[in-house]
């Protein structure tokens, strides 16, 4: 009497593993980053070639910060699809699967790559604005505020730290309350030659020059975060098709075009 063997495989279907492949993710994210990292580097490279401190010489402030912006959506969006595209050619096929649902999970792997990428971009950011705020750079720049303020008037170390922090308490439109407006005009009028007037116009001047800072800041925040937000999203539609062609170069053995010649062969 024979016995039988039954072999039991399990289907796809019956399959409880994860479709997404973090070391896939993981790979695209790394060439993300270091491929915008170089390109950043490049672009700055380019910038520092192309500006001048003397007056006349290289291009001017407003044409570098156009190309500065739109350098970062390019870095933004080639490095998400370069990304996007090695998450979908890395990650392993779907025997079994439909053609749309290997087209959606080779898409959400460079999805996935995308918003890693994003996360990782903005953790990294908020790190360098917190120790560029801590390193004094905000201290040094209300200091002359304070030195503008305070011209030839006699005044202390101290004094002079007292009215430095008056000034950094300006509201949002760069305007100082009641109370430090008065506070700052008769400790001006009271350690100078100036009347109370003068005085008041003093302080004025300066809160006219901190609203038109203030102004200006607010335009370029808003038209940074406008394009950063319209690039961001591009770049995970990017990221998205550009997986999607990873994965149907993978399923074909297509040779990246630096190897196709060594694959005719």
């Known amino acids: 009497m024979s016995t039988t063997d039954t072999i039991v495989i399990a289907g796809d279907a019956n399959s409880t593993h994860s479709y997404m492949e973090w070391g896939a993710v993981v790979a695209g994210a790394f060439v993300a980053s270091a491929l915008s990292l170089v390109l950043f580097t490049f672009g700055g490279g380019v910038g520092l070639s192309i500006s001048s401190p003397f007056p006349g010489q290289g291009a001017a402030n407003n044409t570098l910060s156009y190309l500065t912006m739109a350098w970062v959506l390019i870095v933004m969006i080639f490095s998400f699809i370069a990304g996007g595209y090695i998450a979908g050619r890395l990650r392993r096929p779907s025997p079994g699967a439909t053609e749309d649902s290997i087209e959606f999970r080779d898409g959400a792997h460079g999805l996935v790559v995308w918003a890693t990428g994003l996360l990782i971009g903005a953790a990294l950011s908020a790190h360098i604005s917190a120790a560029a705020t801590s390193s004094g750079v905000d201290e040094m720049a209300r200091t002359y ?119 005719v062969r």
Do not use: C
């Not at 030659?193 to 001047?205: D, F, G, K, M, T």
């Open 145 to 263: 505020d304070a030195n503008v303020v305070l011209r030839d008037v006699d005044a202390d170390a101290d004094d002079r730290m007292m009215l430095t922090s008056i000034l950094s308490h300006t509201t949002a439109e760069g305007e100082l309350s009641d109370m430090d407006r008065a506070i700052a005009v008769q400790f001006i009028a009271d350690n100078s030659q100036l009347s109370e007037a003068e005085a008041r116009s003093r302080v004025e001047q300066w809160e006219a020059g901190s609203r038109d800072a203030a102004d200006r800041a607010r335009k370029v925040g808003a038209i940074s975060a406008f394009l950063l937000a319209a690039s961001a999203l591009v770049a995970g539609a990017g990221a998205y098709f550009a997986g999607g062609i990873g994965g149907r170069h993978r399923d074909a053995n297509a040779p990246f075009p630096w190897t196709r010649a060594r694959a």
